[in-house]
């Protein structure tokens, strides 16, 4: 006997349904794609249609695999209105797709920094780029919806200069130069002049106080080369601190994660964070 499937139990998941599509390709794993279901079978397979992705380059062919069932789920929801919070986990809306991340920086110009950490970069959102990340558990919502829905979830999605396949993400050599050319450019114009100092000969010459705001990089797997925002709880032997992390929170959620931490592996904030969409860039 054929596993049963969602297709023989689940109506959120019929022929023609919307749907979100998890993809488990590198470089894109734990992403959401926005998708249609064409064919369900009795097996816990399902054939389905990208809404915004697509096999050629012209973007007149929309691709179509069969994916398993664990990577399917309706369109989550979202609130009409909901005010974003520092920490909170979120997904936001980035080429074509829905990819988990957490709010590290809540900016006075109503845009959010968000942190994936997946691909350890942190970008720039505003509000209408995000919503609250939810799993799909046993046919529900988690954490369920607070308050009304907003209508019409990006089901159809703007067009945002970057329509095509996962092909075209990279960009060539000659649009790099461009790219680089106009991120120079952007940085120069907001970065201002500072005064030469003399270099630091080693991270264990450096003293950090208590209260202090620093970078943390971790050496776990998935996790190398990636520094996180702290602040110095305080010093707990020589060349090593107490620091407590500003956006990663302990397993039970009951609070901001604290750990001691080798002066190696703790460095000053930079002075200023540029943030530069390279997409924007190569297109102006």
């Known amino acids: 006997m054929a596993p049963k499937s969602k297709s023989n139990q689940d109506p959120y998941f019929k022929p023609g349904s919307k749907v979100e599509i998890m993809s488990d ?16 079978t009795r097996t816990p397979e399902f054939t389905v249609r990208y809404e915004k992705l697509f096999e050629d ?6 691709l179509q695999e069969t994916v398993n069932e664990f990577q399917i789920r309706p369109i989550a929801p979202r609130e009409k209105k909901r005010e974003f919070k520092f920490s909170e986990e979120v997904d936001a809306f980035h080429n074509d797709g829905w990819w988990e991340g957490v709010i590290t920086e809540v900016n006075e110009n ?7 950490r997946s691909t350890k970069e942190q970008i720039e959102f505003v509000e209408e780029d995000l919503r609250l990340h939810r799993e799909w558990v046993n046919g529900e919502w988690k954490p369920p919806l607070e308050g009304e829905e907003e209508k019409g979830e990006k089901e159809e999605v703007e067009e945002k200069g970057n329509k095509g396949s996962r092909k ?7 649009d790099e130069k461009e790219v ?10 907001k970065v201002p002049n500072t005064k030469l100092v003399k270099p630091i000969e080693s991270l264990k010459d450096v ?4 209260g ?12 190398k080369g990636a520094w996180f925002a702290a602040s110095i709880v305080e010093p707990v032997g020589k060349d090593k601190y107490l620091v407590e992390y500003k956006s990663l929170r302990t397993e039970d959620d009951s609070g901001f994660l604290r750990e001691e931490v080798s002066t190696m592996h703790i460095r000053p904030p930079p002075p200023q964070t540029v943030v530069v969409d390279l997409q924007d860039a190569g297109r102006s």
Do not use: Q
């Open 180 to 189: 680089t050319k106009e991120v120079k450019r952007r940085v120069s114009e």
């Open 110 to 116: 109503g845009k959010f920094a968000v942190f994936f």
């Open 168 to 174: 075209k993400k990279k960009l060539s050599e000659e």
């Open 207 to 210: 003293k950090f106080s208590k």
């Open 25 to 40: 390709e590198a470089g894109f794993r734990g992403s959401f794609y926005i998708g249609t279901v064409v064919k369900a």
């Open 57 to 62: 380059e012209e973007g007149t062919k929309r």
């Open 212 to 223: 202090m705001l620093v970078e943390v990089s971790s050496d776990e797997d998935g996790f």
